[in-house]
Every structure is written in structure tokens, then in C-alpha cells.
């Protein structure tokens, strides 16, 4: 079992930056694919970025270039670092983790809320 633990949320204007952290326990996270997503009111939860076991990252268009996923494997925890924030960004971001023989993501964090205001 995974227990995945999101911090980092708040409020930025617009142009601002954040750091989102996944503090993760019972399996390591470089044996684990890791993955953030994010969920606007009144939309669907949508892909924003992912990590494989291998250090190979995966970006939505919609992130590309603004957002870098990353992790440290001595804390045990992958980070998603946002900059030039807009408000399309605001949005409940959520860390995920599925193990390498998975093919969807199976464990979740509770959230984290990020607000861009313009």
C-alpha cells in the first residue's frame, strides 16, 4: 500500500510560482511511476505531469515548459514546481502513484489548493 501526502498549495498572483510536494510512504517513489493531476471546479480531473521509475517525464501542453516534476529519493517525496502561474492553473492538484506493472493510477493523495489570482 502507498499513502501519498500533498503540501505546498496556496494562493499567487498571477506570474507567481509554487512548489507542490508528495511526501510518499510504504514503497519508495523511484520504484514507483508518480504522476500530478489537477481538478478545476466544474471540470474534469486532468493530467498534468508524470514522473517514471526511469527519470523519464511526461507534461501536459497545457504545462509545457512552465511546470518541472521532480523527486528526491532520500525524503521519499516528488515535487511539482509551478511557475509563471496563471489563473487557468487554479485548480485542487492531486499526486498519484501507480507501481510499474500497473496500468492506471491507483493510489492518491487527498489534494492540495492552488488559487492564481489575476
Not at 34 to 57: C, H, T, Y
Amino acid at each position: 500500500q502507498v499513502q501519498l501526502v500533498e503540501s505546498g498549495g496556496g494562493l499567487v498572483q498571477a506570474g507567481g510560482s509554487l512548489r507542490l510536494s508528495c511526501a510518499a510512504s510504504g514503497r519508495t517513489v523511484s520504484e514507483l511511476h508518480m504522476g500530478w493531476f489537477r481538478q478545476a471546479p466544474g471540470k474534469d480531473r486532468e493530467f498534468v505531469a508524470q514522473l517514471l521509475w526511469n527519470s523519464i517525464a511526461t507534461y501536459a501542453d497545457s504545462v509545457k515548459g512552465r511546470f518541472t516534476i521532480s523527486r528526491d529519493n532520500a525524503k521519499n517525496t516528488v515535487y511539482l514546481q509551478m511557475n509563471s502561474l496563471k489563473p487557468e492553473d487554479t485548480a485542487v492538484y492531486y499526486c498519484a502513484a501507480r507501481q510499474l506493472t500497473e496500468g492506471s493510477y491507483v493510489y492518491w493523495g487527498q489534494g492540495t489548493q492552488v488559487t492564481v489570482s489575476s
